[in-house]
């Protein structure tokens, strides 16, 4: 998609600049890794006991692990290479890789991810990708997610997901929604009534305010994404829980807490939702947060 931008009342389009070399483009996107992918960096040019190097490995906001792989050239077979590697991953144990968090984020940030190592996450970035490689990733059960960057003039750069796994893994679920705040975190029991019709209706809402937004479903809370997770929901006894992302917010009512610096958290605002009578409001605020992910 070509981009524009105003000179003296005129639209210009912008020229694509080319990269120079695979390691420049995964220097750029390792250096930016939090910003542009939600995602904490542990390694570069990993070695594996298998042989090879992982370009990338890093862990999401969800705790997932990643592997990254780049490629400059069309014929670069670079999806097979990530499924080699994420075969060498899953036969690690998860003691690797949380002492990998400990060394590399340290103590305190790693104890405040929960690794989800059964959903580990396998992303390449290209330039462009072959139709061949469109229908391997559609036909593989695993995470293999497909991102086609462009480096633009004036330091310009996207980074576009061609393929959309959530979404996909949310059709082979089609009929099993969850619907219930007690299935967000079985670890607190009890839920009242309350507190799930006000989930549902929070779910619903969120979920309307556009078809591309994705709900992602971990141990502790959902997630709710585009790119990036924009809310999450925890579910407490007496209150739900908001995690939003880190911005100014119009909040005359200022109920948007900061989290303390320490945990280091890319969603560190937080609110708690008590009753239908706040929801209003509290919509005003994620479609805010939802806005930074555009």
Not at 54 to 68: E, F, H, K, N, S
């Amino acid at each position: 998609m070509p981009l524009f931008f105003e000179e003296q009342g005129k639209y210009r389009k912008l020229k694509i600049a080319g990269v120079n070399n695979e390691k420049s483009l995964q220097t750029l996107v390792e250096n930016n890794l939090l910003e542009v992918l939600d995602m904490h960096f542990l390694a570069s040019e990993y070695v594996t006991t298998f042989g090879g190097r992982i370009d990338t490995l890093a862990v999401d906001a969800d705790g997932a692990p990643v592997i990254i792989e780049y490629k400059l050239s069309r014929n670069e077979n670079v999806i097979n290479q990530g499924l080699s590697y994420l075969r060498w991953l899953k036969a690690q144990k998860v003691e690797f890789f949380e002492m990998l968090l400990i060394k590399k984020l340290g103590k305190e940030l790693a104890e405040q991810i929960k690794i989800d190592w059964d959903n580990p996450r396998v992303i390449c970035i290209a330039e462009s990708y072959s139709k061949f490689d469109l229908d391997t990733v559609e036909v593989i059960p695993m995470r293999i997610e497909l991102f086609k960057y462009r480096m633009y003039e004036r330091g310009l750069f996207s980074l576009e997901p061609l393929n959309n796994v959530e979404r996909a893994q949310e059709k082979e679920k089609a009929g099993k929604p969850i619907v219930s705040a007690a299935l967000v975190n079985p670890q607190v029991p009890d839920v009242s009534s309350t507190i799930n019709e006000l989930f549902e209706e929070l779910r619903s809402r969120i979920l309307q305010m556009d078809e591309n937004i994705t709900e992602k479903h971990t141990s502790y809370y959902v997630a709710y994404q585009l790119s990036r997770n924009f809310a999450e929901v925890h579910i407490t006894k007496k209150a739900i829980k908001l995690l939003l992302r880190p911005v100014n917010y119009n909040d005359p009512k200022q109920i948007v807490e900061k989290v303390p610096d320490t945990y280091r958290w890319t969603m560190d605002r937080r609110v708690y939702l008590k009753s239908k009578d706040e929801l209003d409001y509290i919509m005003s605020l994620i479609e805010q947060s939802y806005k930074d992910v555009l």
